[in-house]
């Protein structure tokens, strides 16, 4: 079955630390891979994806994330954290090889920033 | 450019009575969704549409409908609505269907 878990629920990092939140998924085929970032109030903005090509992509506001597909994983990462980045993280999985296509979204992990 | 806009933002409703949500896109994009989004589910699936005049069933589709008359457009219908769909509901569209969604801003609907 296909699926995306995101392990942690919540996480705190103090501003300017930096910060790793891990999605691991199953799915059957190629998988296309994304992470979104909603913020309280707010729809969800895309941050970076990954399609195919190389393994390690950057995003939006100085986000990056790692394909590891022996570990079926896409972490997303960040080297400093600034308090504006509080906000909730899901990562999901698509691709041509299920879920008639559509997108398969984890819980999300919701990131505090300490000052 | 707008992207994906809802209306209403804001919406109460009683028991058993009726509303639709209208999202609307300007990308040309071919598919959209509809999502609901309660604390501790994340974001489930309630119906979603490949094209023009299509739709499909997601993972919690009761007690809602759908349509796509224009491309553009996808409305969501609650006939009766009840409790359980207090939630807060966005639209989302994509080029198609593997590829990256564009989410509206919401809905926060409440049933009384």
């Known amino acids: 079955a296909q699926s995306v878990t995101q392990p942690d629920i919540h996480i705190t990092v103090s501003e300017g630390a930096s910060l790793e939140l891990r999605c691991n998924y199953s799915?059957?085929?190629?998988?296309?891979l994304f992470w979104y970032v909603q913020s309280p109030g707010q729809g969800l903005q895309l941050l970076l994806k990954y399609f195919s090509g190389d393994t390690l992509v950057q995003g939006i506001k100085g986000f990056e994330a790692e394909f590891k597909r022996n570990q079926s994983s896409f972490n997303l990462r960040k080297p400093s954290v600034h308090w504006s980045d509080a906000a909730e993280y899901f990562c999901?999985?698509?691709?041509?090889?299920?879920?008639?296509?559509?997108?398969?979204f984890g819980k999300g992990t919701k990131l505090s920033v300490k000052p | 450019n707008a992207g994906v806009t809802q209306t209403p933002k804001f919406r109460v409703l009683k028991t058993g009575q009726s509303m639709t949500l209208l999202c609307a896109q300007d990308?040309?994009?071919?598919?959209m969704y509809w999502y609901r989004q309660d604390p501790g589910m994340g974001l489930r699936l309630i119906h979603y549409?490949?094209?023009?005049?299509?739709?499909a069933k997601g993972e919690v589709p009761d007690g809602y409908n759908v349509s796509r008359l224009k491309k553009q457009n996808f409305l969501l219908g609650l006939e009766s609505a009840a409790p359980s769909q207090t939630s807060v509901y966005f639209c989302a569209s994509s080029l198609q269907g593997p590829y990256e969604q564009y989410f509206g801003p919401g809905t926060r609907l409440t049933v009384t």
């Open positions: 799915y059957g085929a190629t998988p296309y």
């Open positions: 990308m040309n994009h071919e598919y």
């Open positions: 999901a999985v698509g691709g041509y090889g299920g879920s008639q296509g559509n997108l398969i």
């Open positions: 549409s490949v094209g023009e005049g299509t739709t």
